[in-house]
């Protein structure tokens, strides 16, 4: 299995035991964007960072070979920042279809 799909195996298995569930997802060249939905009592920044946490440990077990090549540090993968917005006037599906044709 390739780093990217690895990758969003391992993300969907933290959202199954999460409060949330991802939507749609697709990796591009240098970042990854998914369409979450959650309970408004649920923070934006919990999730983003049990993804981020989580994931790291995995994704370096998975591919340490690949990861060496682009990192000198082991747990080394996400930057510390992110973009998030809501759909609000925009429908579900083209947020999907933009998701999709990414990569």
Known sequence: MGFE?????ILITIASKSDFDIVEMECDK???????????????????RK??????????????????????????????GYFCCTIGNISKKTITEYIRSQG
């Open 51 to 80: 993804l981020k946490q989580e994931s790291i440990y995995l994704i370096w077990k998975n591919h340490k070979k690949y990861l060496k090549i682009y990192y000198w540090n082991e747990n080394t993968l996400w930057s510390d």
């Open 30 to 48: 240098d970042h990854i964007h998914i369409l979450v939905k959650s309970k408004p009592k649920i923070s934006i920044l919990s999730f983003i």
């Open 5 to 9: 799909d690895s990758l969003k195996d």
